[in-house]
C-alpha cells in the first residue's frame, strides 16, 4: 500500500474515531459517503479539518470539486498529491 494512502487512511481512522477499524478495512475505490465506509456530512468537516491541518490543502465545503475530492480514499490520494 502506497505511504500516502496508508497515511489517508489512518487520518480517516484518527480523525473519526473509528474503533475496531484498521487501514486495511478501508477499500480505497469504495465510497467513502453513505454506503462503503458509510460516513457522513459531521464526519466530512471533521475529515476536511483534518486534511488541511495535515497537508495545508484548500477545501471549499460547497463545491462539487471537494465533494469528488471526497468520493473515496484513491479521490483523497489524487487530491493531496495533487495540492503538495
Known amino acids: 500500500m502506497a505511504s500516502l494512502e496508508l ?3 489512518q487520518l480517516i481512522i484518527d480523525t473519526l474515531d ?3 477499524i484498521t ?3 478501508i477499500v480505497s475505490d469504495e ?3 453513505v454506503e462503503g465506509l458509510g460516513l457522513d456530512s459531521i464526519d466530512a ?3 476536511g479539518l ?3 491541518k495535515q497537508y495545508g ?3 471549499d465545503a460547497d463545491s462539487e470539486e471537494t465533494r469528488a475530492h471526497f468520493a473515496s480514499v484513491n479521490a483523497l490520494v489524487a487530491f493531496v498529491s ?3
Do not use: M
Open 7 to 9: 497515511e489517508l487512511k
Open 18 to 20: 473509528l474503533e475496531d
Open 23 to 25: 487501514p486495511d478495512d
Open 31 to 33: 465510497p467513502l459517503f
Open 45 to 47: 468537516l471533521e475529515l
Open 50 to 52: 483534518a486534511l488541511q
Open 57 to 59: 490543502v484548500k477545501l
Open 82 to 84: 495533487g495540492a503538495k
